[in-house]
């Protein structure tokens, strides 16, 4: 699977776009972006992913760039839960493993 | 609604005791997975599995084994626990087009 490369740590104020970044410049053309979260104690939860076209999902937005060399998760309305480390995994899609990396610690400011 | 538990949530355990971590998915989900968590290492893979009866290593399963008897469950046994398997520990399961896995609320185990 590719590596990632996320930011360690991002703020952002409540009611704004988060955006957070991903670069997966090695990815291959069979491999999927996944974005999960883990707020504090719990287990990591699903967010979302896609492979080239942009998707959007309840809980957010994800761009993938047309070269696929990097991302960004967008919570469009952050609000204090969304508090939390957020990971950005790249996996083929025949893969059943996930592989987690050091993820980016967003802190939403009231 | 479906869910996946972990049991207990919390453990204290002596040294060179065995130990058995429970999980239980009713997702119907062929795919089971154990990790633990540390500070300082995120979240590692420790055993797998694809269906029943089968199980399969991860990047630190030395002290540790599962097995597969059935659909629902992925018991994770330490052998002789040693103070370096302290940790939390997540089970996750998906579904055969493993778009998205459901994790666990974790069990703390403290191996003193």
């Known amino acids: 699977d590719a590596k990632t490369t996320q930011p360690p740590s991002m703020d952002c104020a409540e009611g704004r776009a988060a955006n957070l970044p991903c670069n997966h410049s090695?990815?291959?053309?069979?491999?999927?972006v996944y974005w999960y979260r883990q707020i504090h104690s719990q287990g990591p939860q699903y967010i979302i992913h896609?492979?080239?076209n942009n998707e959007t999902n309840e809980m957010a937005s994800l761009i993938i760039t047309e070269d696929r060399k990097s991302s960004t998760l967008i919570l469009p309305h952050a609000t204090l839960r969304d508090t939390a480390v957020y990971y950005c995994?790249?996996?083929?899609?025949?893969?059943?493993?996930?592989?987690f990396g050091s993820g980016t610690q967003l802190t939403v400011l009231p | 609604d479906a869910e996946i538990t972990q049991s207990p949530r919390h453990k204290i355990t002596e040294t060179g005791r065995q130990v058995t971590l429970a999980c239980h998915q009713t997702?119907?989900?062929?795919?089971m997975f154990w990790y633990r968590q540390d500070l300082g290492h995120g979240l590692r893979l420790i055993h797998y599995?694809?269906?029943?009866?089968?199980?399969n290593k991860g990047e630190v399963s030395d002290g540790y084994s599962v097995s597969r008897s059935n659909t629902e469950d992925l018991p994770l046994t330490l052998e002789s626990a040693a103070s370096s398997q302290t940790s939390v520990y997540f089970c996750?399961?998906?579904?055969?087009?493993?778009?998205?896995?459901?994790f666990g609320s974790g069990t703390r185990l403290t191996v003193v």
């Open positions: 090695t990815i291959s053309g069979n491999e999927y």
């Open positions: 996750a399961s998906s579904d055969r087009q493993n778009y998205g896995y459901t």
């Open positions: 599995s694809y269906g029943v009866h089968d199980t």
């Open positions: 997702w119907n989900h062929n795919n």
């Open positions: 995994i790249v996996r083929a899609g025949s893969a059943r493993q996930l592989t």
């Open positions: 896609g492979l080239k």
